[in-house]
């Protein structure tokens, strides 16, 4: 049974950071491009990050320079290092296996208020 389980997410204040992870079971973890989405309320999902098999990554504009996607094959892990969070960045963040058997987590909320 194929599974991802974000963990991580709180309240944070501005400028401040948080590492979101996500833990992958049930398939071939070092095999797929994973990436990070996030959802604030009222609007649609987006992507922030991603990360191919051979650890090629992008990120949105909007998070360039202050969050950084990483794995560890080795754990079946994904990461998101968050530095110098802003209050727009307060959301529900979604881990998700990429390609045609896509798969989501069940989301971890990020807030960033002081």
């Known amino acids: 049974q194929v599974q991802l389980v974000e963990s991580g997410g709180g309240l944070v204040q501005p400028g401040g950071s948080l590492r979101l992870s996500c833990a992958a079971s049930?398939?071939?973890?070092?095999?797929?491009?994973m990436g990070w989405y996030r959802q604030a309320a009222g609007k649609e999902r987006e992507l922030v990050a991603a990360?191919?098999?051979?650890?090629?990554?992008n990120y949105a504009d909007s998070v360039k320079g202050r969050f950084t996607v990483s794995r560890d094959n080795a754990k079946n892990t994904l990461y998101l290092q968050m530095t110098s969070l802003k209050p727009e960045d307060t959301a529900v963040y979604y881990c998700?296996?990429?390609?045609?058997?896509?798969?989501w987590g069940q989301g971890t909320q990020v807030t960033v208020a002081s």
């Open positions: 998700k296996r990429e390609g045609p058997y896509y798969t």
């Open positions: 990360i191919t098999h051979d650890y090629m990554t």
């Open positions: 049930g398939f071939l973890f070092s095999y797929n491009a």
